[in-house]
């Protein structure tokens, strides 16, 4: 199958309507642009239909933050694993630490309860990891046995797994409509963008 490409447009006196066409092989097909739309099942209650857009706006809210964080781990596991002292890899885990703190630990105090249910399951998501366990691997175990009692007066559990078929189905709906339209590409550009300052 060939590239598809975009045909020049050509004007006589007696066009009316100027519109694009995309060749692919032999065949034309027209451009139209048209507004974006939500779609929305016509059978979906009110009740329903408002908790949707809730969790919408809290998943938009929170996976830049998970996607930083999955960047984030992954940058600190080929940084851990080249440091061979101890020594060297607590500086580094130290110095990283201060760094998210300075960078993201007002951000982070705003958000939700939900939020943070969701951001804690984002997470697991995108490393494959719970945040017990990274808090754990990091920070040590009574830490993060002191993170869990923590998250536990807020209604979380740092141990939760992310179930895209069932408990989570909803959300991962909604960061597969995200990555459909790239907004966590351009999210993560903007976050690197920001960490790199």
Not at 111 to 133: A, M
Not at 135 to 156: L, P, S, V
Not at 173 to 192: D, F, S
């Amino acid at each position: 199958m060939t590239q598809p490409q975009v045909l020049e447009q050509n004007t006589g006196p007696n066009d009316t309507i100027l519109l694009g066409a995309i060749k692919v092989g032999n065949e034309f097909y027209p451009m139209i642009y048209g507004p974006e739309t939500e779609v929305v099942a016509a059978y979906m209650d009110p009740k329903r239909r408002e908790e949707i857009r809730r969790l919408r706006y809290n998943v938009y809210k929170v996976y830049p933050y998970a996607i930083t964080a999955a960047f984030i781990l992954d940058k600190v596991d080929k940084e851990t694993a080249v440091r061979t002292k101890k020594k060297d890899r607590k500086a580094y885990l130290k110095q990283v630490e201060k760094e998210m703190n300075t960078r993201f630990k007002d951000e982070l105090k705003n958000l939700s309860v939900t939020q943070g249910q969701i951001l804690v399951k984002l997470i697991n998501r995108q490393t494959g990891r719970d945040c017990y366990s990274v808090i754990k691997e990091i920070k040590g175990g009574i830490n993060a046995r002191i993170y869990q009692t923590a998250a536990f007066f807020f209604d979380n559990d740092l141990k939760a797994q992310y179930d895209p078929y069932g408990a989570d189905k909803d959300i991962e709906m909604i960061v597969k409509e995200m990555e459909a339209k790239n907004y966590y590409q351009y999210q993560l550009a903007q976050q690197r963008k920001n960490l790199a300052n």
